[in-house]
């Protein structure tokens, strides 16, 4: 399954057709969702029946993890048809919107359903739109997405009023990360969450809100125990310091847990989970990695061009099979370094390529040459076997 390419929603049915009733409570199915970091806005992971014929990026991941979570909960709640999970979705969607909503304004055209579900997860995800800027920029994922998950399950039981709804819970999630941020000192890594929770926001504008304890009063109205844990974890992933016990000792967090109907044990388990995905990630999350620029930029870039090389993998080999000197470079070079002679050729060839396939044209830029090894380290997935990632077989799609 490739979410950077068309038809991976059809794909997705036909992985999770042997696990559709995997789930019996939506407790399951959130503790999952927590260890892959899905509901701490941090996708490390997808849950392991989920395969993948690549190594999938951070904003894959989360798209993967969003439909997921929207599935199950939708499994959960009406034991229906796939195809009736996208009507109900796509409707769900349709009905949130509002003015501070651009990403159903932003629904590019399709014929079906599914094309149009997969425009509007990928603006879901995404924070910005440019794809440089995401290049650059290594916060690029939606910290928020778990929200549209509860919020469906919501839909699904009573759909009067979702709008506010929808405004309201974001309002409680943005409000209980911001006083729980300012009960602690805070740090570089601090201001970096902060940041993340705040370009996430769908529903509200932070430049509005005044962010007093008024909050406290609609905390305290009685709302589903998944919506009560879902903001306890947030408030605890917000207190977390790494190399710390203080965060245990949170009097904050203690004070909001038992506001909302939590035991001290409950709350220690909440923080306990936030501290083992740390130290089970720390080398992989992005806002905690202290990496010089340099490598920033090549670890962002190296994600971007695996992606464009995936996604053009069929006209790429076409591309090259018209060039069997270029093709025998390119062999060499995984083998051995290539002259200054033979490193020549394969750019100006490799350019002539690039221009043919607008969505590489990122190679052809000033300065794009620098992207070449990057490639040609990913040539040998160049192979037959993975050219289509998102095909069904034709038994699978019939039965």
């Not at 996708?43 to 798209?63: C, G, Q, R």
């Not at 309201?168 to 993340?196: F, G």
């Not at 009560?228 to 605890?236: E, H, V």
């Not at 002259?339 to 190679?363: G, M, R, Y």
Request: proline residues 3%; charged residues 25%; contains cysteine.
């Amino acid at each position: 399954m490739n979410p950077s390419s068309s038809g991976w929603i059809s794909k997705f049915e036909s992985v999770i057709e042997e696990h559709q009733d995997k789930y019996t409570h939506f407790s399951e199915l959130y503790f999952d969702l927590k260890r892959t970091g899905f509901v701490y806005g941090i996708n490390t992971e997808v849950l392991p029946f989920i395969l993948s014929e690549h190594s999938l990026s951070e904003d894959e991941k989360a798209k993967i993890n969003l439909i997921t979570a929207l599935f199950y909960t939708y499994r959960l709640e009406r034991n229906s048809s796939f195809k009736a999970f996208l009507e109900d979705l796509f409707a769900f969607y349709d009905t949130l919107r509002i003015a501070q909503i651009s990403f159903l304004g932003k629904l590019l055209s399709g014929n079906t359903t599914i094309a149009k579900l997969e425009k509007l997860i990928d603006s879901r995800v995404y924070l910005e739109d440019n794809v440089i800027s995401k290049t650059f920029n290594s916060i690029i994922t939606n910290s928020l997405l778990f929200i549209d998950s509860l919020l469906f399950k919501r839909y699904l039981n009573n759909s009067v009023g979702i709008k506010s709804y929808a405004y309201n819970l974001e309002y409680l999630a943005i409000n209980v990360t911001y006083h729980a941020l300012n009960s602690k000192e805070k740090n570089r890594k601090d201001e970096k969450l902060a940041e993340l929770f705040g370009s996430s926001l769908s529903f509200i504008n932070p430049d509005t809100q005044s962010f007093d304890n008024s909050y406290k009063k609609l905390l305290l109205n009685k709302r589903p125990n998944c919506e009560n844990a879902y903001l306890l974890d947030m408030a605890c992933l917000t207190v977390w310091e790494d190399h710390s016990l203080d965060y245990k000792e949170s009097k904050f967090i203690f004070g909001i847990g038992k506001d909302i109907g939590f035991t001290k044990q409950t709350i220690l388990e909440s923080l306990e989970n936030v501290a083992d995905f740390f130290e089970k990630n720390a080398k992989t999350i992005p806002f905690l990695k202290e990496n010089n620029l340099a490598v920033q930029f090549y670890d962002s870039m190296s994600k971007v061009v695996n992606k464009l090389i995936l996604r053009n993998s069929k006209r790429l080999q076409k591309e090259l099979s018209e060039s069997a000197e270029l093709v025998s470079l390119l062999s060499k070079s995984t083998l051995r370094d290539l002259t200054k002679e033979e490193k020549k050729k394969v750019q100006n060839q490799l350019i002539d390529i690039f221009k043919s396939i607008p969505s590489l044209a990122i190679f052809i830029l000033p300065g794009g040459a620098v992207l070449l090894p990057i490639f040609i380290k990913l040539v040998p997935k160049l192979l037959p076997s993975s050219f289509d990632e998102n095909r069904v077989e034709k038994s699978k799609e019939n039965e």
